[in-house]
C-alpha cells in the first residue's frame, strides 16, 4: 500500500489499512516500525516513503521462496507452480523470451 500511495501520512496509512486490511492502528504502527528497522520503509515526520523499489522486495521474497522451499532449484519451482496448468503459446513464448535473456553465454 505505500508504494502505491507515497509518501503518505502514517495516519492516512493506517487508516487506509483498516480499510483494506482490517488492520488495528496500533498493528499498522507496529508493522511500519518493523519495516522502517528493516531499511524497507521510512518514517519522516509521520511521512511515510520506501527508499527500496517493490521489485526489490519482490525478488528478494522470490529467491527466499525458492530457498527454503526448493533447495534453490528454479526448475523444481517452476514444476511445482504449474501443477497441471497448461500455458498458451503466449505465456510459453514468454517464459522462453526471459530464460534466453537470462541464460549464462
Known amino acids: 500500500m505505500v508504494w502505491e500511495n507515497e509518501p503518505i ?7 487506509l489499512c483498516e480499510h483494506e486490511l482490517g488492520w488495528k492502528r496500533t498493528t499498522t504502527y507496529t508493522v511500519l516500525k518493523k ?3 528493516r531499511g ?11 527508499p527500496v523499489k ?12 525458492l ?5 534453490g ?3 523444481q519451482f517452476i514444476a511445482s507452480f504449474l501443477g497441471n496448468k497448461k500455458l498458451s503459446a503466449k505465456e510459453a513464448q514468454e ?3 526471459l530464460i534466453d535473456r537470462h541464460k549464462e553465454e
Do not use: T
Open 67 to 71: 530457498e527454503k522451499s526448493f533447495g
Open 54 to 65: 517493490r521489485e526489490q522486495i519482490q525478488q528478494y521474497k522470490s529467491h527466499a521462496v
Open 95 to 97: 517464459i522462453k523470451s
Open 40 to 50: 524497507i520503509l521510512q518514517n519522516d515526520n509521520s511521512i511515510v516513503s520506501a
Open 35 to 37: 519495516l522502517c528497522n
Open 9 to 15: 501520512q502514517s495516519g492516512e496509512l493506517a487508516k
Open 73 to 75: 532449484s528454479l526448475p
